[in-house]
């Protein structure tokens, strides 16, 4: 074990590029720190589906020599990054946490993986997902589930599992995950991590492979807020050769964070998303309130009330489009996908063009309430969950008087806010009485990241949730 493994394994993305623009840490410790460490512990964590250890040795030394003859390629220069085994990545193969895909090897890299290696990423390898993106448990039946670092016998969340257990147990500084119905907010908030969904058209999706074209969204999940505000300076910005970007301009997130939240409005729904959660959930939500309120914020009460029915109706949207992304392949090679994923997407084939367009509706009505609301606030704080990690094998789940599927109670509260495409930010806001992580949900106006990225570094230094580690056991 190189002595540096333990040492920088929990150390964020901005501390890491101090010490290697420093020289005091070069971008080969890093990487070596990184790959023994998955080495050591991923057997049983199951965070990566590939690991391109050489190749991450490869890119690490050329950033090192870059740094030796003075030139800094970019603001990751020499971090080591994962990445969900969705991206495209030349030369590397992409499963999408699928048998069908087992040995594809692209040709070329996604746009996010173009923009991270311009950065001077090393990039550690491929993570772990739930098959093809679809389902929020984050359970694999081909590569093995990830296991979530602070109690094995739960869920991790899904689809971005590997990407929140990578960065929960110190195997990758930062992750970049896919977030269709909370992709990247699920794993985020049962790992104890941060997690950003940015809005709809912010980041490219270029080389990623789709779910739900009109709902999916890439983003970053890492240990700090500021690590959050640094991967998506990178990754942000308009693409050609994805027409749903937009040409915002993309601000400097690290210069909007502010220790206080002074002047910010921030709304708290008094519909379904607090109708039912857990008591745990509950009371450390309302604790995460109050000290939003004590950093400066005003806490006013909005209504929401399209929220229910926005959830069912992304349901529907997603199963549709999900269905028309694999009909080729499901008439061909259906035996290779696995049997939960193959009978949701056969169940979107049954999708009528009537219930698709009502669907559409009423995302057009919940973007309206949407936009209402914020005519009076900056953001909207809600839970990210309604529950804590979920029992593995569990079907369903009751808290707060109510018995719920898993699958839809872990998307009841994230599910929303990407029909309507708007950012939101999964932070760690404390844990429960048997150690697992909640997550408090910040939701902002479209492409006001920084407002968001903002409130949640506030209350983030303003609290010590962020600073746990997963049980030894778990990681060390």
């Known amino acids: 074990m190189s002595r540096y493994s333990n040492d920088l394994a929990f150390l964020s993305v901005n501390e890491l590029t101090r010490l290697l623009r420093r020289r005091v840490l070069s971008p080969v410790e890093a990487t070596q720190a990184a790959l023994e460490r998955i080495e050591r512990f991923d057997g049983r964590l199951k965070c990566f589906i590939t690991v391109a250890g050489d190749r991450a040795l490869r890119e690490a030394r050329a950033a090192e020599q870059a740094l030796r003859r003075g030139r800094n390629l970019g603001p990751l220069h020499g971090v080591p990054v994962a990445l969900k085994d969705l991206y495209l990545t030349k030369g590397v193969r992409t499963t999408a946490g699928s048998k069908l895909l087992a040995d594809w090897v692209p040709e070329y890299d996604a746009t996010v993986v173009t923009r991270l290696r311009a950065a001077g990423a090393v990039i550690l390898g491929k993570l772990n997902m739930h098959e093809f993106a679809f389902g929020p448990e984050g359970t694999n039946p081909h590569y093995g589930t990830p296991v979530n670092p602070w109690d094995p016998s739960r869920l991790p969340g899904g689809s971005s599992s590997g990407a929140g257990v990578a960065v929960a147990t110190g195997l990758a500084a930062a992750a970049f995950g896919s977030d269709t119905g909370g992709s990247i907010r699920i794993p985020a908030s049962l790992c104890g991590v941060v997690g950003l969904k940015p809005t709809y058209g912010r980041v490219s999706r270029y080389g990623l492979l789709p779910l739900a074209w009109s709902m999916d969204h890439a983003g970053p999940l890492s240990r700090t807020v500021a690590d959050a505000a640094l991967c998506l300076q990178v990754i942000a910005g308009a693409d050609s050769r994805d027409p749903s970007t937009h040409r915002e301009r993309v601000p400097h997130y690290l210069r909007a964070l502010m220790p206080h939240a002074r002047g910010l409005r921030v709304g708290v729904p008094q519909d379904d998303f607090f109708r039912a959660l857990d008591p745990e959930v509950?009371?450390?939500?309302?604790?995460?309130?109050?000290?939003?309120?004590?950093?400066?914020?005003?806490?006013?009460?909005?209504?929401?009330?399209?929220?229910?029915?926005?959830?069912?109706?992304?349901?529907?949207?997603?199963?549709?489009?999900?269905?028309?992304?694999?009909?080729?392949?499901?008439?061909?090679?259906?035996?290779?996908?696995?049997?939960?994923?193959?009978?949701?997407?056969?169940?979107?084939?049954?999708?009528?063009?009537?219930?698709?367009?009502?669907?559409?509706?009423?995302?057009?009505?919940?973007?309206?309430?949407?936009?209402?609301?914020?005519?009076?606030?900056?953001?909207?704080?809600?839970?990210?969950?309604?529950?804590?990690?979920?029992?593995?094998?569990?079907?369903?789940?009751?808290?707060?008087?109510?018995?719920?599927?898993?699958?839809?109670?872990?998307?009841?509260?994230?599910?929303?806010v990407n029909l309507v495409g708007y950012p939101a930010l999964s932070v760690p806001c404390g844990f429960t009485l048997t150690g697992l992580p909640v997550g408090l949900q910040l939701v902002g106006r479209p492409f006001e990241e920084a407002t968001v990225l903002r409130a949640g570094h506030a209350y983030e230094q303003a609290t010590q949730w962020h600073q746990r580690r997963p049980h030894p056991e778990a990681g060390e």
């Open 282 to 416: 509950a009371k450390l939500t309302s604790a995460a309130l109050g000290d939003l309120k004590r950093l400066g914020a005003r806490l006013k009460s909005v209504r929401l009330p399209t929220f229910g029915p926005a959830g069912a109706a992304a349901v529907t949207i997603i199963s549709a489009e999900a269905f028309l992304c694999h009909e080729s392949a499901l008439k061909s090679r259906a035996a290779d996908y696995g049997a939960e994923i193959r009978g949701r997407l056969m169940a979107g084939e049954q999708i009528l063009a009537s219930e698709y367009l009502k669907a559409q509706r009423i995302r057009a009505g919940a973007l309206d309430e949407f936009r209402e609301a914020f005519q009076e606030v900056d953001l909207l704080a809600i839970p990210t969950e309604p529950v804590p990690a979920p029992r593995l094998g569990e079907d369903t789940v009751t808290f707060g008087g109510t018995v719920d599927s898993v699958r839809n109670a872990l998307t009841r509260l994230t599910r929303p």
